[in-house]
């Protein structure tokens, strides 16, 4: 028998010292029947997080960054290390319910084909959270563009499925929310890590995309349910994340598209930034934060059209 664990946990924390800390408690309340092991990367936090780490949870293994690498960066330092059959993916602001990992080991052992899976995700309040998503097309690029993906669901309206029903049985999927993302040994070895040239966002949708265009399977496991608070190490720049966001959009399209393709999906997440900003112009209140935060959508705009079409190989 292997003394290798089937199950390698990875947690990236950044500034999240109480949510990393009830992750961590969460495992341990509720822990695979199966061999696992606990990997968490600090990206150079400044809350004690490090500390606090190691004096409540010693049997951790704890990787410090003297930088903030980012989410890819960081999660792949963590994949290196990591000796577990399953690797899986856990954001620092995520809380496992009972059975969640031994149901989501069950599903990889149950189903070879596998390649890559996620669990049912809820919000803080027990809510579903729509964790289910489908590739970026230009066709849900542009009904986000005019707000029509509020009222119509499905791959040409938006990314994200918001169908509830769809969230009730086992079923192969586009791709999955990082916060609760597994891949199997194997196929992180045929397709390699989260891109680092991803900081944040977009990272795993492209993953997924690799995985599947590799011939993978990815696959949404909903009796694995994990609760999602979610903004963790984010939730005060929301502004500065709408760049990285966009930013993100724009180099998936670059790979993933043909330049054309990628040139026509830029000029709509161009035209949705500029459409909001003239919205906020028209009904926001002067001295409204919306009203105050256009800027960064024209960051975001000026952004968009810094980076060369195609991608550059060492972007």
Same mark, same amino acid.
């Given at each position: ?14 500034? /999240?010292? #109480?949510? /990393? ?20 990367? #600090?990206?150079?936090?400044?809350? #004690? ?20 690498? $980012? ?16 690797? @899986? ?41 729509? $964790?289910?998503? +489908? ?8 009904? &986000? ?27 192969? @999927? ?5 916060? +609760?993302?597994?891949?199997?040994? #194997?196929?992180?070895?045929? @397709? ?17 995309? %690799? ?15 994990? /609760? ?7 939730? /005060? ?5 709408? @760049?990285? %966001? ?40 002067? $001295?409204?934060?919306?009203? =105050? ?11 968009? +059209? ?5 991608? =550059?190989?060492? &972007?």
């Amino acid at each position: 028998m292997s003394d290798h664990p089937d199950l390698s946990i990875i947690i990236v924390s950044y500034n /999240t010292r #109480d949510l /990393t800390l009830a992750c961590l408690r969460s495992i341990e309340s509720f822990p695979p029947s199966c061999r696992y092991e606990t990997i968490v990367v #600090d990206n150079a936090s400044r809350d #004690d997080s490090v500390e606090s780490i190691r004096k409540n949870h010693p049997h951790v293994k704890l990787i410090c960054s003297e930088t903030n690498l $980012g989410f890819a960066r960081a999660n792949n330092q963590a994949l290196l290390e990591a000796q577990g059959e399953i690797l @899986v993916l856990l954001n620092s602001d995520t809380e496992v319910h009972p059975g969640a990992l031994d149901d989501l080991w069950a599903a990889f052992r149950n189903h070879p084909e596998i390649a890559a899976g996620g669990g049912r995700l809820l919000n803080s309040d027990g809510t579903l959270q729509y $964790g289910v998503r +489908y590739h970026p097309r230009l066709s849900n690029a542009i009904s &986000e563009a005019l707000f029509l993906h509020r009222l119509f669901n499905g791959p040409c309206w938006s990314e994200i499925e918001t169908d509830p029903q769809k969230y009730e049985s086992f079923h192969r @999927v586009e791709w999955l929310s990082g916060a +609760y993302l597994a891949i199997r040994r #194997d196929w992180f070895q045929r @397709v390699g890590g989260l891109d680092p040239g991803f900081f944040m966002y977009s990272e795993d949708s492209d993953w997924c995309r %690799r995985i599947e265009d590799a011939g993978g399977l990815v696959a949404y496991i909903p009796a694995s349910v994990v /609760t999602h608070h979610g903004g963790g190490s984010s939730r /005060t720049a929301n502004e500065f994340l709408l @760049v990285m %966001r966009t930013r993100a959009r724009d180099r998936y399209a670059r790979i993933h598209m043909n330049p054309m393709a990628a040139a026509a999906y830029r000029l709509i997440l161009a035209f949705g930034l500029l459409l909001r900003a003239a919205l906020f112009l028209l009904i926001c209140p002067f $001295g409204s934060q919306y009203r =105050k935060n256009l800027w960064w959508r024209l960051k975001a705009l000026c952004q968009l +059209y810094a980076s060369p079409l195609p991608l =550059k190989t060492n &972007e």
